[in-house]
């Protein structure tokens, strides 16, 4: 059975592009196109799509205001569709928290031709989406913190280390870990799938959000205790030695597992970095990125975790990691926060007692 799309954007020009990109699809079809929410609505109740892409600014109707009715009124998998603004960033930023899915990026440059460039990607994530499991979002409680595992001295040092790879569902995802880290957490990287530009805005909310310091990593930054890095969305981002210190490095090499910034090259150079002293933590994701990354952090000595199925958005890249052995355990999105430092206070009270 075909994915039934139904496209919602002013432009008549992307409403075109987009309908040749899904329609091209074997197994996609457009059952509807809309210059505005207040066409759509209709056309939901009329061709029951299983996905919805829907440009962020909208006439008649703000699109997030659209968007939110929608998913308190009839749920349903959302892709937006993003100009690549600091303001385009932004309204994307909470529209992922309304409930959108994922979005894609209208490009800079020649809309018809670069659209079309986008193709596989676009269509990549329509699958996601068709995928995904759909369900209201809330701010995690900072209520949670308080029965965390409380860390002990050893943990703040900078020998401890938290690995976070995410893709499809991970902004989300990752605020809601980020949310219950408390101030005196180990360093932590991350790898989320994103495009250049939107990184920046992604850190900048989370920081506003989390006790800990949340910025993009700029690269030859020390990895402090208390403070996540985020990758750029134009560069890897992998973890290094400088003598006793931790430190970010940026990297413009090739897309791995066409991402760039990949979970693979971060969870890669933690497990060379860290080892022992590297926590993996994979989350929702479309693919297998990550998988033989964190893999490799498991033969060198690090401890992994994997978000479970049913709290996933897509669940692909966990799902991956599971199937080769390179995670310890396994649990949903709001045990995860508990369980990691949970595992570090039992390290560090090893460490004590030595």
Do not use: W
Request: net charge neutral; proline share 6%.
């Amino acid at each position: 059975m075909k994915i039934k799309v139904l496209i919602v954007d002013d432009s008549a020009l992307i409403r075109s592009v987009m309908s040749e990109i899904i329609s091209s699809q074997s197994d996609m079809e457009v059952v509807g196109v809309a210059p505005d929410p207040l066409v759509a609505r209709e056309l939901i109740k009329q061709t029951n799509p299983d996905v919805l892409t829907l440009d962020v600014e909208m006439p008649k109707m703000d699109g997030l205001d659209f968007l939110e009715k929608l998913m308190r009124l009839r749920p349903m998998p959302v892709l937006m569709v993003s100009s690549l603004t600091e303001r385009g960033s932004e309204i994307t930023m909470r529209a992922l928290e309304l409930g959108a899915v994922d979005f894609v990026t209208k490009p800079k440059i020649s809309i018809q031709s670069g659209m079309r460039e986008y193709a596989e990607l676009i269509a990549d994530k329509i699958r996601a989406a068709a995928k995904a499991r759909i369900r209201p979002r809330t701010l995690a409680s900072a209520a949670h913190a308080g029965a965390l595992p409380a860390l002990r001295n050893p943990l703040t040092s900078s020998e401890k280390l938290i690995i976070i790879g995410a893709s499809t569902g991970g902004t989300e995802a990752i605020r809601e870990f980020l949310m219950q880290m408390p101030s005196d957490c180990p360093g932590i990287l991350i790898a989320q799938h994103m495009p250049e530009g939107f990184t920046t805005s992604f850190a900048r909310r989370l920081d506003s959000l989390c006790k800990i310091s949340v910025r993009e990593a700029a690269g030859d930054e020390r990895v402090l205790p208390g403070h996540a890095y985020i990758a750029p969305g134009h560069s890897h981002l992998l973890l290094a030695r400088s003598g006793a210190n931790y430190v970010t490095r940026i990297e413009q090499s090739e897309p791995v597992n066409r991402h760039r910034p990949s979970v693979d090259v971060l969870f890669r150079s933690a497990a060379l970095a860290a080892g022992k002293n590297a926590v993996g933590v994979i989350l929702t994701g479309m693919g297998k990125d990550g998988a033989a990354g964190m893999l490799e952090m498991k033969t060198a000595g690090a401890y992994n975790f994997a978000q479970d199925e049913a709290s996933c958005v897509v669940f692909g890249m966990p799902r991956e990691a599971i199937a080769l052995g390179a995670n310890h355990e396994v649990g949903p999105l709001t045990a995860l926060p508990g369980m990691v430092l949970g595992y570090l206070a039992t390290q560090g009270n090893r460490a004590l007692r030595v």
